[in-house]
C-alpha cells in the first residue's frame, strides 16, 4: 500500500513561488517512479514532471520555471515552481509507480495506480 499526502499549494500573484511537497509512504518498497499532474477547472490532466533516480523530465510548459527533486531521507518528492503565471492555476497531484526505467514516462503514468488527493495552487495577475 502506497500513500500520497502533498502540501504547500496556495494562492500567489503571477511572477511569485511555491513549493509544494508529497510526502510517500509505503508499507514494503517505495515506488521508484513519481511525478506530478495537474488539473485546472473545466480541463484534462497535465503532466508537469517527473522523477526517476535522479532523472528528471519535464513538460514543456514548466522548463525553466519548475524543478522537480526527491528528498529520500524524508521520502519527500518537491516541485517548486517560480515565475508563476496566471495559466498555472489547478489542483497539483503527486503521482507514483512502481514503473520500470524504460516505462516510466508520462504516457504510462496517466495510469499510475497511486495519486494524492491533490493540492489546489491559484495564481492571480
Known amino acids: 500500500q502506497v500513500q500520497l499526502v502533498e502540501s504547500g499549494g496556495g494562492s500567489v500573484q503571477a511572477g511569485g513561488s511555491l513549493t509544494l511537497a508529497c510526502e510517500v509512504s509505503?508499507?514494503?518498497?517505495?515506488?521508484?517512479?513519481l511525478a506530478w499532474f495537474r488539473q485546472a477547472p473545466g480541463k484534462g490532466r497535465e503532466r508537469v514532471a517527473r522523477f526517476r533516480l535522479g532523472e528528471t523530465f519535464y513538460d514543456d510548459s514548466v522548463k525553466g520555471r519548475f524543478t522537480i527533486s526527491y528528498d529520500g531521507g524524508k521520502n519527500t518528492l518537491y516541485l517548486r515552481m517560480n515565475d508563476l503565471r496566471t495559466d498555472d492555476t489547478a489542483s497539483y497531484y503527486c503521482?507514483?509507480?512502481?514503473?520500470?526505467?524504460?516505462?516510466?514516462?508520462?504516457?504510462?503514468?496517466?495510469?499510475?495506480?497511486?495519486w494524492g488527493q491533490g493540492t489546489q495552487v491559484t495564481v492571480s495577475s
Open positions: 503521482v507514483a509507480d512502481y514503473f520500470t526505467q524504460n516505462t516510466c514516462i508520462f504516457p504510462n503514468l496517466e495510469d499510475a495506480k497511486y
Open positions: 509505503a508499507t514494503q518498497s517505495r515506488p521508484k517512479c
